[in-house]
């Protein structure tokens, strides 16, 4: 049966975009290609979650945020334990998260929030979510 790889982003600064998810979410690099020869990219892992990391050209995306696509990748979430300490940390980082969205009639105790990485991909933090049985 297939599992679940990766996501793959390209980046206008992948060692930032590095340091952000390991800083925040605690992602780590766990393989990387190509290593010290120009095109180098990398892939950070969090439990069975790998994000592939690959640099663009910086010409031809400069001005360029990441983000909701009208076709395609729509958001990045991820599952924490509680939101507000990692709301406070984004923010001591600059980084603005929209407000929490409390949704008890789909989900006791479920609440998301959402905010833009430093490259402007759209990030969704899930508290208190579970599957159906």
């Known amino acids: 049966m297939p599992a679940f790889n990766h996501i793959a982003f390209n980046c206008a600064n992948p060692s ?10 605690g992602f ?10 120009p ?4 892939m950070l892992k969090l439990g069975s979650v790998r994000l592939e990391l690959f640099p663009t050209d910086p010409a ?16 990045l979430a991820l599952d924490v334990p509680q ?15 929209d407000s929490i969205i409390e949704l008890p009639e789909l989900l006791p105790g479920f609440r998301i ?8 991909n759209i990030i969704e933090l899930m508290e ?6």
């Open 16 to 25: 930032a975009q590095e340091a952000f998810y390991t800083k925040h979410f």
């Open 60 to 75: 031809k995306t400069a001005g360029i945020k990441g983000g909701e696509q009208p076709v395609g990748f729509k958001h």
């Open 28 to 37: 780590k690099r766990s393989r990387t290609f190509h290593r010290g020869e």
């Open 113 to 120: 929030v959402f905010f833009r990485d430093p490259e402007g």
């Open 39 to 42: 095109g180098e990219f990398f």
């Open 83 to 97: 939101l507000e300490p990692y709301l406070e940390a984004l923010r001591a980082d600059g980084i603005q998260p």
């Open 128 to 133: 208190g979510y579970r599957d159906e049985e």
